[in-house]
């Protein structure tokens, strides 16, 4: 059996092929396309997560051809820390939700351009109303405040918005109705505080659930926990950790915020946590409770129910 290292760039990969013995068989450089990898290789790949191969980043001498070999003795020598690739299909989803995401970012920034050039001009307006269609075309035609100058600068403005938010409903519903993803969605739509988005982000980011053999892999995969720093008799608990899926991260946090208004059980965690004197880590908590949730659902294939309901209906 041979071992082949990659060494990926976005013009260029460098690779090494190795024997079990750790001989070196070939080693060169092709491009990064998909025709030329399909050319030369047919075999599957494993992909190493970046960040445990910190120790080819350490190397005093370090190149690509170095970086290649070094992966592919990690490879035959079974070291090779991998990292979980999901299917095609979800991927291709994954990228639209995730698009979805750079257009509510920019939808915001363009709301808070409007306030900005509004606030700039000395214009009054009410907050609160400032981008509801009514009041906003209201505004443009009474309030003399408003110069010639503004006036196109702020249509422009608000007809991206309104465009941008047509976009981005059409993609979530076009996501939430795919026949791939429909199902798992409604059943995870079933626990409190738990929207589309917050449904679709975890389907499309876990793909897999089974990959998680406890809640507290799928915790830290969410990047809920702190990381752990222990030495001798001493152990440390750092803050969050920056090793996580930030897109479920975000989602999660928010839908936990929300959580303990919609569920008699989220707010108990709530409160039980916040007695200790911090309202940022009540929120983690409920975030992580709300990740077991996810996580019983989506393994059973079953809708959530309250436990007192469910004992009621055995």
């Known amino acids: 059996m041979n071992f082949i290292g990659l060494d990926i760039h976005k013009k260029t990969i460098s690779y090494c092929v190795k024997d079990a013995a750790g001989e070196v068989l070939a080693e060169g450089t092709i491009l990064s396309t998909r025709q030329s990898l399909d050319v030369w290789m047919r075999t599957p790949v494993k992909v190493a997560h970046p960040l445990m191969l910190r120790a080819i980043a350490a190397a005093k001498k370090k190149n690509d051809r170095i970086d290649a070999c070094k ?10 820390p991998e990292c979980y690739m999901a299917s095609t299909e979800i991927r291709e989803r994954r990228r639209t939700l995730r698009y979805r995401k750079l257009l509510v970012r920019q939808n915001v920034q363009l709301r808070n351009k409007v306030s900005q050039m509004l606030m700039e001009s000395g214009v009054v307006y009410n907050k609160q109303k400032l981008h509801k269609v009514g009041y906003f075309k209201e505004l443009m ?166 436990a007192g309901e469910r004992r009621e209906a055995a």
């Open 71 to 80: 992966i592919a003795d990690c490879l035959r020598c079974n070291f090779l």
């Open 141 to 306: 035609t009474t309030n003399p405040d408003i110069g010639e100058g503004l006036r196109p600068l702020l249509t422009i403005c608000r007809e991206t918005i309104v465009r941008i938010g047509k976009t981005e409903g059409a993609l979530v519903r076009s996501l939430a109705r795919d026949p791939l993803l429909s199902d798992r969605v409604q059943r995870l739509m079933t626990i409190p505080a738990v929207g589309p988005i917050t449904a679709l982000t975890w389907v499309l980011e876990v793909d897999d659930v089974a990959r998680f053999g406890s809640v507290k892999q799928a915790i830290s995969y969410c990047g809920l926990c702190g990381a752990e720093r222990s030495s001798a008799d001493m152990v440390k608990r750092m803050p969050i950790s920056k090793q996580r899926n930030k897109h479920l991260q975000s989602v999660l946090v928010e839908a936990a915020k929300l959580g303990p208004r919609l569920s008699p059980d989220l707010a108990l965690v709530y409160e039980t946590e916040k007695q200790k004197g911090h309202a940022n880590r009540a929120t983690i908590a409920v975030a992580r409770k709300l990740v077991a949730y996810l996580l019983a659902v989506d393994r059973s294939g079953r809708e959530f129910v309250v």
